[in-house]
């Protein structure tokens, strides 16, 4: 698959693993193969980038979303049918108590025809081919969609693919394959989605939990492979930003910090551990909080995190406990000497038999 805060804090340690080889180094299963690439009734964009670059002359957006739907396999789909989509841009909430720790976001609603596809930017940019969308209300984060019918309510309809385009200052690109979310296997197509109740403001929620009529679990771990295909110049993982998100957001409103443990191992099972915090969405450069892991090196290592747990703070109203966690891990090829080429991988959600009553709270 191709590419593939203030206040945050990451400790790091290095420790041989002696004698302990982590299973996950030699069983980091194919990317390309996981069933969030399968079409789906959800679908989450881990990266967006407000801006704009020039490209052969011409003022382009540094991220273009493309967005298709699909007709479900069981389903029998008659053009034109539309498919309706509600979106929300997602941002990061800021780590100062002034702002009370706020994830803001934006949303909009687009439709389709099955087979066809949308290209949008978060800028709202009158781009050639580009629908023209509400500018999202942060330099970046991540951007999510969910099906529904035509009174805006979620429904199962596992139809939906997409991929993305990050363009940076000096031209070059970067694109990734969206996630996609599955609704209960045993709802029919087009059968109304259950929401869940926020307990804190009776308001209804997406839920993301395998029970019946609702999303498909989301694991609240994540494993990634870090591989370098230049034989002559082995990857560090300096070169190995990290992107997280969660899905148990209260957009618009404060949140707690979400904590996960993260775990780096190289082909000598050598083994750098850190913890992070980060609220809605952040990218994690490990070098820049230890510069140990520079000289960190490997051809085919591993990143993995433990369970991410949400804590209370500063006396705000969420709700604590295990969450959901998805991310990107982008990486660079070659040596320092010459121009690198960026890579950026899906992480494996992994569902580890922990049940997360997630709360995704798309306010209205």
């Known amino acids: 698959m191709k590419f593939v805060i203030k206040g945050v804090h990451f400790l790091v340690f290095l420790a041989a693993a002696l004698g302990l080889a982590p299973p996950a180094l030699a069983q980091v299963p194919d990317t390309a193969a996981t069933e969030s690439q399968e079409p789906g009734s959800v679908i989450v964009f881990p990266k967006f980038v407000r801006g704009t670059v020039t490209v052969d002359d011409r003022t382009t ?4 979303i493309t967005i298709a739907a699909r007709c479900p396999p069981d389903a029998t789909c008659r053009e034109p049918e539309q498919v309706r989509i509600r979106f929300r841009w997602v941002c990061p909430g800021s780590q100062d108590i002034a702002s009370m720790y706020v994830c803001k976001e934006t949303g909009f609603d687009l439709a389709l025809s099955v087979d066809g596809k949308v290209k949008f930017n978060p800028d709202n940019l009158p781009l050639p ?3 023209r969308v509400p500018a999202a209300p942060c330099p970046q984060g991540y951007l999510i969609g969910w099906v529904t019918d035509d009174s805006h309510r979620p429904i199962k309809y596992d139809g939906l693919i997409g991929d993305a385009i990050l363009r940076d200052r000096s031209g070059a690109i970067e694109t990734y394959d969206a ?6 296997p045993n709802l029919a197509t087009r059968a109304g989605i259950a929401s ?7 308001a209804p929620t ?3 939990d395998g029970a019946a009529g609702h999303y498909q679990s989301v694991g609240g771990q994540v494993l990634a492979e870090v591989k370098n295909h230049d034989l002559t110049y082995p990857v560090s993982f300096r070169n190995a930003s990290l992107i997280l998100l969660t899905l148990d957001v209260r957009a618009n409103r404060p949140n707690y910090p979400t904590f996960v443990r993260l775990d780096y191992y190289n082909e000598a099972e050598l083994r750098a551990s850190a913890s992070w915090d980060f609220l809605c969405w952040a990218q994690v450069q490990p070098s820049e ?3 140990r892991l ?3 090196r490997t051809r085919n290592g591993v990143a993995m995190s433990g369970q991410a747990v949400k804590t209370p703070f500063a006396g705000i109203s969420d709700i604590p406990g295990p969450v959901t966690l998805l991310g990107l891990v982008k990486k660079s090829d070659g040596s320092p000497t010459r121009k690198s080429m960026d890579q ?5 959600s992994m569902d580890n038999s922990t049940l997360i009553p997630t709360v995704f709270l798309p306010l209205d």
Request: without cysteine.
């Open 61 to 64: 957006a540094q991220t273009e």
């Open 129 to 131: 081919q580009n629908a």
């Open 179 to 184: 996630i996609q979310i599955r609704a209960e």
């Open 196 to 202: 869940g109740i926020d307990p804190r403001t009776g």
């Open 206 to 208: 997406l839920v993301f």
């Open 289 to 291: 909080a230890d510069s």
């Open 294 to 296: 520079s000289g960190m």
């Open 344 to 348: 950026t991988y899906i992480f494996n």
